[in-house]
């Protein structure tokens, strides 16, 4: 198998295994975050990562402004053009040698102009080809909304997955939080947004059992040292199926992904967050669940 779609596939593996690795990674990081250095603050962690986000519309702005330019720069240029075409030729002296001049002159002139005009029409073309592209696409206002609304849907999941990392181990939690796909195909087919087919049923029976497995052999290694495992798996299944919720429902309102301009959904996402978020540090804090307290060392920040 060659060509540019295996180069597609193979570049589209090397990316989700890195995927992979990023999430494994930052599980352990806060794993590790909740145990030796004693920073047990699920909450205030995904607020903090989730903002990050919003750095997303800064790179939006920019491209937005570059685009912008080079597009009125490209029609200022047709016009130009389009105004040289149209000046008036100066009529030459009516001599023999003038008018073999006059010839070539206006034989080059035309060959010039169909130059012009073929330069001006694939010019024509790929700004017809630019506007038809976003035609189809969600406009800044209902991409902006769009990730409002999901923003708490998208944070609810995230803490779930942190929070479980107190009470489980890191090996049960990304286990049990990568059932989402399960979830996605469960609520998709009642939503009427995927269908049942073989080989899904096949993968959801496989994947069940694999949670099973996981979780009956997880309870006897870890009920040792963490008496609350349960709480942690449950955690992180309920993390899978608002994963699950947040990936249906997208795609039920946007439908074809080229439609959304995923920077800007999640620069909203993370601005979102910052808005509308920050009252649940003071609750959490008022009654006790987690104190608000800022990290103390400079490896808990890096972290």
């Known amino acids: 198998m060659t060509g540019p779609g295996y180069g597609r596939h193979t570049a589209g593996l090397v990316l989700l295994l890195g995927v992979v690795l990023i999430w494994v990674g930052s599980s352990f990081l806060v794993s590790n975050l909740f145990g030796e250095q004693e920073f047990n603050r699920p909450f205030f962690i995904t607020y903090l990562n989730t903002s990050t986000f919003s750095l997303y519309l800064v790179g939006t702005c920019v491209s937005r402004l570059k ?21 008036p030729q100066q009529e030459g002296i009516d001599t023999a040698a003038m ?31 630019a506007d038809s592209a976003t035609e189809h696409k969600l406009t800044t206002r209902e991409t902006v909304r769009l990730g409002v609304g999901f923003s708490v849907l998208w944070f609810a999941a995230n803490v779930a997955q942190n929070a ?40 959801v029976v ?21 008496p609350r495992a349960w709480v942690g798996d449950g955690l992180a299944l309920l993390s899978a199926a608002l994963y699950g919720c947040y990936t249906t429902l997208l795609k039920r309102r946007v439908g074809d992904e080229s439609r959304l301009d995923a920077p800007l959904f999640f620069g909203a996402v993370g601005l979102a967050n910052i808005v509308l978020l920050w009252p649940g540090l003071i609750i959490l804090d008022v009654t006790g669940l987690e104190p608000f307290i800022l990290p103390r060392t400079g490896s808990v920040w890096a972290m």
């Open 164 to 203: 479980s990392l107190a009470y489980t181990t890191v090996a049960s939690s990304s286990i049990l939080c990568s059932t989402s796909g399960l979830f996605t195909l469960a609520i998709g087919a009642l939503a009427g947004v995927e269908t049942f087919t073989t080989a899904r049923l096949g993968a």
């Open 206 to 226: 496989a994947s069940t059992l694999g949670v099973y497995c996981v979780m009956v052999s997880g309870a006897e290694a870890t009920s040792a040292h963490m």
């Open 99 to 129: 008018a073999g001049a006059s010839r070539r002159v206006n034989a080059n002139h035309g060959v010039n102009a169909e130059h012009r005009m073929h330069a001006r029409s694939r010019s024509d073309e790929r700004l017809l080809l």
């Open 67 to 87: 685009s912008a330019t080079h597009r009125r720069l490209a029609r200022r240029k047709r016009s130009r053009s389009d105004d040289g075409d149209s000046a």
